[in-house]
């Protein structure tokens, strides 16, 4: 079974700042099968990124995905408040797996 | 409206069962492939089984394997989960959510809780 995992663990930031969140598999995945998802409290999870790189429909340009292999990257370029959530990278091998999440904090 | 609603959560004593139901809406639900995807007080996001679109593929997690079931009828667009020989751990909320592109779960339920507790 693939381990993804997600750094950092919190990450507190003001906004208008960008936000880097990482996500690294413990072997390699396809680059296809890599997606990023956003969970607010009390809220189900929202699709922003899949094939690593390609925002789900709706999903503002401030959000982009990038990286291949074992690294994989979400970049928020200028955070809204809205953006302010729990962050998950999940990954499809034959199985899926999601990492445990980074959580997004106002600074 | 695109979407899913699940419902057959509850209170359930360990080791018993419980069928969650998940509807769907808005799109034609005989084409995609779905999740199960569940989610502990407090914790992350736990994949828990998968189904193709005609049921031809089905696979689970090593903590179900063997005490979770999953189906699908699509001529009234519904998904289900039987769940068996429940335990403490299996308290949480399961969310239902269809597999788009490149197996990414591009529209989800708002959750069913399941409390599994004497």
């Known amino acids: 079974e693939i381990v993804l995992t997600q750094s950092p663990g919190t990450l507190s930031l003001s906004p208008g700042e960008r936000a880097t969140l990482s996500c690294r598999a413990s072997?390699?995945?396809?680059?296809?099968?890599l997606a990023w998802y956003q969970q607010k409290p009390g809220q189900a999870p929202r699709l922003l990124i899949y094939?690593?790189?390609s925002r789900a429909t709706g999903i503002p340009e401030r959000f982009s995905g990038s990286g291949s292999g074992t690294d994989f990257t979400l970049t928020i370029s200028r955070l809204e408040p809205e953006d302010f959530a729990v962050y998950y990278c999940?990954?499809?091998?034959?199985?899926?797996?999601f990492g445990q999440g980074t959580k997004l904090e106002i600074k | 409206e695109v979407q899913l609603v699940e419902s057959g959560g509850g209170l359930v004593q360990p080791g018993g069962s419980l069928r969650l139901s998940c509807a769907a809406s808005?799109?034609?639900?005989?084409?995609?492939?779905m999740n199960w995807v569940r989610q502990a007080p407090g914790k992350g996001l736990e994949w828990v089984s998968y189904?193709?679109?005609?049921?031809?593929?089905?696979f689970y997690a090593d903590s179900v394997e063997g005490r979770f079931f999953i189906s699908r009828d699509n001529a009234k667009n519904s998904l289900y989960l039987q769940m068996n020989s429940l335990r403490d751990e299996d308290t949480a909320v399961y969310y239902c959510?269809?597999?788009?592109?490149?197996?990414?779960?591009?529209?989800w339920g708002q959750g069913t809780l399941v409390t599994v507790s004497s």
């Open positions: 094939g690593a790189s």
């Open positions: 072997q390699s995945v396809s680059s296809s099968y």
């Open positions: 959510a269809r597999v788009g592109f490149w197996f990414a779960e591009d529209l």
């Open positions: 999940q990954q499809y091998g034959g199985s899926f797996t």
């Open positions: 189904i193709t679109s005609s049921s031809t593929t089905i």
């Open positions: 808005g799109f034609t639900f005989s084409t995609y492939s």
